[in-house]
DNA sequence: CCTCAACGACCAGCACCCGCACAGTGCGTT
DNA sequence: AACGCACTGTGCGGGTGCTGGTCGTTGAGG
């Protein structure tokens, strides 16, 4: 396991990092965003411990850039400040597990082991395609940069078909993935909701059917 | 997004539920440790809601079996239990995420959603060949680069004379793979189909006939 | 009590599927 | 060389299944 600790606090950075090594993980150290971006770009880590509060380059940034550049890296925040809120933030910006200071040793381990076992990363927070933008924990759209708002299923459906990633997605796998168990396997709910969010979403069309595969946005 | 919660405290379990449904995800939810191992087998989750103290199962058992089962459900961990010990054990089983009781609602969307962002597995294969590009996922074929507009069953055929890569395949096999099993076997819509695909795909011959056993693609 | 999301029922248009009929082609037999 | 047969290519027309779209009802939440 190959983990890069980010950590301005020079004593707590090489303390965790000795720890980790007795783990017997593989585990580089850096104290500003700066260095980290650079150590991320030359090497693969499955692990990054990112303290938020960092000087020059903020925590927040450095894991968006993370993110966005879609490494197979995993995330782990970790924070002075452990309110709610800003444990909320952490994880909509698109880190993958967050621990607030102070933590116990034991658990630090337990979540890097834990983000180390999850075979892919988490992808970008907000997801954007074909001039919609769509931010899960906002439950928000854009298109064009103008609001849509939007009904729950519709906006399940329309998340559904964004994380496709261009492929078409059948009006049963919609039934599976948007609504519960009790569906009935019949209906046509999904073609409506289609419908609506089509309207919603206006013109140039955001949602293509392709005739006998189901939906799918380009 | 596809949940189930599995929490025995009825009210706390469907507070979670309406709470999540709220936030646009569609959610199962059970009581036991039992139901919930019934409803996996049968369902395809992203995520699982886990109580730890579960009657008849114990809620490690059923993180247990969905780790095991090679399942891409990510599990996360809830307890009334917060120490430090129980988190590490939790995520030691396997649980990708560990929150204590109590919690505060935005913090348990938050850690979903992170769950639930992850990539789709494997990206599927494109096939190629003789100057033909098929996206069987995005349901989209390419002929020297324009793309070429196909009913279903035209794609049917092409995505299975493809796939027999270079051989040849008889209109029996053809009609046994891309129609279904009540398909008249003394029909000719193979033929026919093979010659709107061949003049759809236009010049040179993609198509080629091998007389007495069937089509294939050099 | 009011609003709106969810959903079933229904209709219309159209592309598609496919049966049918016939033409073209290649090979073996006489 | 002529013929027949088996196989293959192709035009045509009808039925129908799929999809878009509307409307009214229901039921939950505010």
Redesign the interface.
């Known amino acids: 396991m190959r983990v890069l600790v980010v950590e301005d606090e020079q004593v707590l950075a090489d303390a965790v990092a000795t720890g980790l090594r007795r783990d017997s993980m593989a585990v580089d150290v850096v104290y500003d965003g700066d260095a980290a971006l650079e150590r991320i770009a030359v090497n693969d880590y499955d692990v990054v411990v990112l303290d938020r509060d960092l000087p020059l380059v903020h925590g927040d940034d450095v894991c968006r850039h993370i993110v966005h550049s879609g490494l197979a890296t995993r995330v782990l925040m970790l924070t002075a400040a452990g309110d ?2 800003d ?2 933030e952490g ?2 910006i ?4 967050y621990l607030a200071k102070p933590f ?1 040793f ?2 630090l ?3 890097i ?2 983000l180390g ?7 970008p ?1 907000v997801l954007e395609r074909a001039g919609i933008r769509v931010d ?2 906002r ?1 928000e759209v854009l298109r064009d940069g103008r609001q849509v708002p939007l009904s ?2 519709e ?2 459906v329309l ?1 559904v078909l964004m ?6 997605v059948s009006s049963e796998q919609l039934l ?6 009790n569906a009935d396997p019949f209906t046509n709910v999904v073609r409506v909701t289609v419908m609506t969010l089509r309207r919603k979403l206006g013109e140039p069309p955001v949602v293509l059917t ?4 189901g939906y ?1 946005i380009p």
Chains 1, 2 share one sequence.
């Open positions: 709610v809120a444990r909320v994880l909509t698109g880190a993958d597990d116990a034991p658990e381990i337990a979540r082991r834990a076992r999850r075979a892919v990363p988490a992808l927070p899960p924990s439950r729950p299923k906006f399940a998340e994380r496709a990633d261009g492929a078409a599976e993935k948007a609504w519960d168990e392709v005739p006998g595969a799918r």
